[in-house]
């Protein structure tokens, strides 16, 4: 009997090599010799290029054969000459295999080339196989089909592959999710802004860690401000998981409707963002608008009218802002009273139509509300009006007769408001306008041409003693008098001027003081004899008899003596005592003994007073 053992070895796909060993006997000789088998008759379908992940829109290539019941690729395919293979997707959720997914081929190997998904997937995708022709009822050679198995076609048509994944695409799309929302001026804007990044399928672009830029993209005032975090510039945010949050502070300072926001990618991927507003903030402070012009006329109106806004702190007007009540002050000066220095506010703005000043000078204005920031303007200069009249910029002084006016008698020319015009050669005449004694008479040249404004008068004098005033006069202009002067005598004498009433020992008498007099009893408040010394002494009430050092008081002038113990330099003619004192003495009537020491000496006596 001959036994034969074979050992197969798996060599390829398709075939098998096989040791074949024979022998008449177990224990006698034996022959080896290696064999080839070819793969069995078509059993089922298996993947040879199974799908693997890759990215959303990308083509992958499936390849399946037909295989045996061991797993050989063979190209037998039956009686059955060209077989077809479909291919579906499984966990599908809404996900569509596109591409050509039907493969007929005659050889038992199908390729399919241009497959792609576009969705992603939270669970693994499978691609189930299926071959059509399965189970048709087509026999095949019953010769080449495995003994036992079913005879008509593939026993087991369908396949189901590994699972695989499909990867979200290069960012192409940037939405939206929470857009800017309106906001006030210098607020940040709440909620934060949210986007979300998409492929070009419109997948969440969850591999993009890119930072997405926002800024500023519709402006309707062209330059606001856009602040992030404080600070001028763009927002930046990276991405998790396809998903942006802007956190930081974004806040526009400058009110405006219609703003929009630009999202940038670094691939050059843009969205704009819905539009939104900018509201005005609380009222801060004031801010002119129309400031007075840098030169305006005294007593004219401000032209154009001072404008003022309220503003809230970033310098946007506050419309809402109504019947405030606005003050207008001015530095170094004062409105007319006929000016008009209130105003209430209304839409944010308040309007002075009648502001007024009438004194030359350089001022400027200041703006103020209660609980407000004030705001001061430009300087501006107010000029003198018109020519209107004149005034005496240096008046007429006491003098001795005969004696020329010193300092000289100016006069100014001048507008209405007193304010200083500098014209030329306008003549001016003086003439005497008033006389207390004998009519007043002006010696020299009381008729004299302006320069710059003004016409001095030297040389002038008058011999009429008496109070007097001028007049000053040029044709066409108002006329001014002058105050009034005396012109007092050579001949003087000393008189008390403020008398005391009555003292008590060591207890300061009232002030009372002494005056150098003129024939006419005018003060001698000019020239050497309106300071002379005058001391004072106490003497009984016939003002006969001396008393010795009886009187103590401050002493300006070195003629004191025993019986002269206070003596005081006389000012513009008069001589003050302030603080004397009876020092000595008993109760009784005294008189209080005046003396001019100095040049022609002269004394009198005080009216009597009781000493207590």
Known sequence: MVYIVAELRNSGTNTNEATVTSTEDPSGASDTEDVSL????????GFRDEPTTVTAGTQFTVTLELQDEYGNATTDTGLIPDRTVVLSLDNANGATLQGTASSTSSTGVFMFTNLFITKTNSISYTLTATETNADSGIPLSVTTCPSGLNVYCLTDGTVTSDGFDILPGTL??????TGPSSATAGSSISPPIQLSLYDTYGNLATNWTDDITLSLEDDPNSTSPFYVDGVLGSATATPSNGLVT??????ITQTGTGFTLLATSTNAVTEESGTFNITVGAAHHLEFTVQPTSTITAGSVFSPSVKVEVRDQYENLVTTDTNRTITMGISGGAFAT????TDSTSAGEAIFNNLVVTQTGTYTIAATATGLISTDNASFTITAAALSTMRFSQQPTTILYNTDFSPAIAVQLTDQYGNARTD???????TVASSSNTAGVLDGTTTVNTTAGVATFTGLDMDELGTHTLQAASTGLTSVTSSS???HGDRQTISFHVQHITSTVNVTMNTFSVKVIDSLGNIVSTGSESTPNIRIGLRTSTGTSNINNALSGTSTCTDNTNAWPVCVVAVAGVATFSDVKVVTGTSGDYRIRANKSNGTSISINSSPFVLQ
């Open 38 to 45: 070819d793969a069995g008759p078509p059993y089922q379908l």
């Open 172 to 177: 192409a799309e940037i939405v939206f999710d």
């Open 246 to 251: 802007f956190t930081e502070a974004i806040s």
């Open 424 to 430: 030329n050669s306008v003549a001016i005449t003086l």
């Open 338 to 341: 006929t000016a008009t220095i």
């Open 485 to 487: 002067f005396i012109i």
